[in-house]
């Protein structure tokens, strides 16, 4: 079945950098990519996602990237702050028939 | 305000004895969702309701059992609790399927001695 898979596991940066979360696939009929945001704390949250028909959304800082022939995926969030500290988890579904296949998530730290 | 609850949040149980995890939720979501989370694992399915009296079984349901009698709650089950049952639980919600947002609860803290 699919699989999700995401790098780095964990990332620490300082306060106003850049910063680039990835993500990759396994099975090439996934159609849909939620991704969700926990931050420390606190209950999970959807941020952004993107459909296979489509190779970039983009909202307020973050910019979601997505190749289909290689199935991968890229997060990138500009000027971090402090509040983006977090686990961000990358996550993927055949359809809306399916369950969502989630990553082991990736723990960013922004240090102020 | 839309929200998804969970009782309760922190459990301490014995091995062997039974554990109730609660979860409501008051947007009129039609699907519910239980899962475990383990370090380095992400978010592992246990079960998925479509509605009352129907639900699914995810990636892990083994050990598990669940129950939808109202559309608004949906509860997990472990009969006879197991030390490696030990996690953090979370219920979520969404409108209909996999492509709607899914809105969680704050989580339960599992441990079972």
């Known amino acids: 079945g699919e699989q999700v898979e995401q790098l780095p596991s964990s990332l620490i940066v300082q306060e106003g950098a850049s910063v680039l979360i990835n993500c990759s696939y396994t099975d090439s009929a996934s159609v849909y990519f939620p991704w969700y945001k926990q931050e420390p704390g606190k209950r999970l949250q959807f941020i952004i996602d993107?459909?296979?028909n489509m190779e970039r959304k983009q909202t307020q800082r973050l910019t979601l990237l997505f190749d289909k022939k290689t199935k991968h995926l890229s997060l990138h969030i500009t000027a971090t702050q402090p509040g983006d500290s977090a686990i961000y988890f990358c996550s993927a579904s055949l359809d809306s028939n399916y369950q969502l296949i989630w990553g082991s998530g990736t723990k960013l730290i922004i240090k102020p | 305000d839309m929200k998804v609850t969970q009782m309760p949040r922190y459990l301490i149980k014995r091995m062997g004895e039974n554990v109730l995890l609660e979860c409501g939720q008051d947007m009129s979501h039609e699907t519910m969702y239980w899962y475990r989370q383990d370090p380095g694992l992400g978010l592992q399915l246990i079960y998925i309701?479509?509605?009352?009296?129907?639900?699914s079984e995810g990636d892990i349901p083994k050990g598990y059992r669940v129950s939808r009698k109202k559309r608004e709650h949906f509860s997990l089950i472990l009969d006879s609790a197991k030390t490696n049952q030990t996690s953090v639980y979370f219920c979520?919600?969404?409108?209909?399927?996999?492509?709607?947002?899914?809105?969680f609860g704050p989580g339960t803290r599992l441990l079972v001695l």
């Open positions: 309701s479509y509605d009352v009296d129907s639900n």
């Open positions: 979520a919600s969404s409108l209909e399927g996999a492509e709607d947002t899914q809105y």
């Open positions: 993107i459909r296979s």
